[in-house]
């Protein structure tokens, strides 16, 4: 029989062999990169809300950033999870903390960085640009001297003031910058200001300027005023296997027609209101005489099965398509009544039958009643309505968020104007977008409060003369 002393000497030596041969050594760390990515059917992806990158619209998901992303996912089998970041800083916390495999947003690329993450996916080179009115009569600036004695608007302790310091220094003085303060005026707001004439300069990075360009035929945005940027989507640095993925896909489809068609859609489709637009002139349908539309007894058919206006839904038609059957918007609107794909499938149609304008108003009219119906809580039909539509042009999403922020900023959230109307107007900035009470993020809101005004007053014409 041992004695107690050696099995106490027996049970210390073991211990130690163990501790020798696991707790003692550094345990290699569980692999998660893209094998186990594919293993899992999700890539989840970090990105922020912006014109740009991610956005809803219509209550469905859009983006640049977005769109590569799901066709990368659709290419490889996987859904697509999107988590969002509030600033540039928290996308890369995020991203180091786990909470997704790769940031879709452009990261500059920064050699203290790279050994942390790896720079992979969508790579660009840009520059920060002059944005300057381009109306009929403007004379154009050619060249960043021209800017010498010039009023540049940019907002304050930003990249574009710090730029335009720079520049002016170079220059050896005199342009004007303008310090524009408040962190309620974005960028894109200023590009706003220079389209409709308030201010004649403001600067921003080339993508914003592409973008707004689109909805803002009058601007010019082509004079580069600083030197080129990299940037770059990144993923960790444990995840070379994913980031060899990114870079093959975009090698392989960067000139294919989908890659080409994402771009085409947000920096070079026009964005303008069909009212604005002079090309939507050029075939617009014949009216018959003492008719609205080509369609009145179509759209008297359907709001007899309704509480609807049929002058309504003839008003609605005329600025989602100017009558014409075929039309689809750059975010892919389609038909008479302008309905998103997913729309009309929910409305009891198939996708493809939106070009038929019975059906079209058929379903526009359900979707319509259905909104009705979810503001019931809002008395005045009046009033009511003006919810509805813009529910119908933006999704009823941004229009329950700006309720919210009514609810909590003291205003009423079952009144339009000066209410509702103003925190839909507040959503295009990052302090309401990223509330807590929003769930739907950014949102561009100057066509829809244009298009609830545009509607209302052709409505209200309509009833003039019919």
């Given at each position: 029989?041992?004695?107690?002393?050696?099995?106490?000497?027996?049970?210390?030596?073991?211990?130690?062999?163990?501790?020798?041969?696991?707790?003692?050594?550094?345990?290699?760390?569980?692999?998660?990169?893209?094998?186990?990515?594919?293993?899992?059917?999700?890539?989840?992806?970090?990105?922020?809300?912006?014109?740009?990158?991610?956005?809803?619209?219509?209550?469905?998901?859009?983006?640049?950033?977005?769109?590569?992303?799901?066709?990368?996912?659709?290419?490889?089998?996987?859904?697509?999870?999107?988590?969002?970041?509030?600033?540039?800083?928290?996308?890369?916390?995020?991203?180091?903390?786990?909470?997704g495999d790769l940031v879709a947003y452009g990261i500059p690329v920064q050699n203290s960085l790279k050994d942390s993450i790896i720079y992979c996916g969508l790579g660009?080179?840009?520059?920060?640009?002059?944005?300057?009115?381009?109306?009929?009569?403007?004379?154009?600036?050619?060249?960043?001297?021209?800017?010498?004695?010039?009023?540049?608007?940019?907002?304050?302790?930003?990249?574009?003031?710090?730029?335009?310091?720079?520049?002016?220094?170079?220059?050896?003085?005199?342009?004007?910058?303008?310090?524009?303060?408040?962190?309620?005026?974005?960028?894109?707001?200023?590009?706003?200001?220079?389209?409709?004439?308030?201010?004649?300069?403001?600067?921003?990075?080339?993508?914003?300027?592409?973008?707004?360009?689109?909805?803002?035929?009058?601007?010019?945005?082509?004079?580069?005023?600083?030197?080129?940027?990299?940037?770059?989507?990144?993923?960790?640095?444990?995840?070379?296997?994913?980031?060899?993925?990114?870079?093959?896909?975009?090698?392989?489809?960067?000139?294919?027609?989908?890659?080409?068609?994402?771009?085409?859609?947000?920096?070079?489709?026009?964005?303008?209101?069909?009212?604005?637009?002079?090309?939507?002139?050029?075939?617009?349908?014949?009216?018959?005489?003492?008719?609205?539309?080509?369609?009145?007894?179509?759209f008297k058919k359907h709001a007899q099965n309704s509480d609807l206006d049929w002058r309504l839904l003839a008003a609605i038609a005329y600025h989602e398509s100017n009558?014409?059957?075929?039309?689809?918007?750059?975010?892919?609107?389609?038909?008479?009544?302008?309905?998103?794909?997913?729309?009309?499938?929910?409305?009891?149609?198939?996708?493809?039958?939106?070009?038929?304008?019975?059906?079209?108003?058929?379903?526009?009219t359900k979707l319509l009643s259905k909104l009705e119906k979810s503001y019931a809580s809002i008395h005045d039909p009046h009033e009511r309505i003006k919810f509805v539509?813009?529910?119908?042009?933006?999704?009823?999403?941004?229009?329950?968020?700006?309720?919210?922020?009514?609810?909590?900023?003291?205003?009423?959230?079952?009144?339009?104007?000066?209410?509702?109307?103003?925190?839909?107007?507040?959503?295009?900035?990052?302090?309401?977008?990223?509330?807590?009470?929003?769930?739907?993020?950014?949102?561009?809101?100057?066509?829809?409060?244009?298009?609830?005004?545009?509607?209302?007053?052709?409505?209200?014409?309509?009833?003039?003369?019919?």
């Open positions: 029989m041992a004695h107690p002393l050696h099995i106490k000497y027996i049970i210390i030596w073991c211990t130690i062999t163990v501790l020798a041969l696991s707790g003692c050594k550094p345990q290699k760390k569980d692999v998660y990169d893209f094998d186990q990515i594919k293993a899992s059917g999700q890539l989840t992806v970090i990105t922020l809300n912006s014109s740009t990158s991610y956005f809803i619209y219509k209550d469905e998901p859009m983006g640049y950033d977005y769109d590569l992303c799901r066709d990368f996912c659709d290419h490889y089998g996987l859904s697509l999870n999107i988590k969002i970041a509030k600033n540039q800083t928290q996308l890369l916390e995020m991203l180091e903390n786990g909470e660009q080179i840009s520059h920060q640009v002059l944005v300057q009115s381009a109306n009929k009569g403007d004379t154009l600036l050619r060249d960043v001297p021209d800017l010498i004695g010039k009023e540049v608007y940019v907002r304050h302790k930003t990249k574009y003031h710090t730029r335009l310091e720079n520049l002016n220094a170079e220059l050896g003085g005199g342009i004007l910058i303008k310090d524009v303060e408040g962190d309620s005026i974005t960028t894109e707001d200023l590009i706003a200001m220079v389209a409709d004439g308030e201010i004649r300069y403001t600067v921003s990075d080339e993508n914003i300027a592409k973008l707004n360009k689109t909805y803002f035929r009058n601007i010019d945005v082509s004079i580069p005023i600083s030197f080129e940027q990299l940037s770059s989507w990144v993923v960790r640095k444990n995840t070379p296997k994913l980031a060899n993925a990114l870079d093959e896909w975009f090698s392989k489809n960067g000139n294919t027609p989908v890659y080409k068609s994402i771009t085409k859609k947000y920096f070079e489709l026009s964005k303008a209101d069909l009212d604005d637009d002079i090309s939507s002139s050029l075939t617009n349908p014949s009216i018959p005489k003492g008719h609205l539309s080509p369609f009145d007894d179509l009558f014409k059957t075929n039309l689809s918007s750059w975010a892919g609107a389609t038909g008479l009544m302008g309905l998103m794909p997913r729309t009309a499938v929910a409305m009891g149609i198939r996708s493809e039958d939106r070009t038929n304008p019975d059906l079209s108003i058929k379903a526009a539509l813009a529910a119908y042009n933006a999704g009823g999403g941004h229009v329950s968020d700006a309720q919210a922020l009514a609810r909590k900023y003291g205003a009423d959230p079952h009144v339009w104007e000066n209410n509702v109307r103003k925190y839909i107007n507040l959503k295009s900035k990052p302090e309401y977008y990223n509330d807590p009470v929003c769930k739907n993020g950014y949102f561009r809101s100057t066509e829809t409060l244009n298009y609830v005004d545009k509607v209302l007053a052709r409505w209200h014409k309509y009833q003039e003369q019919k």
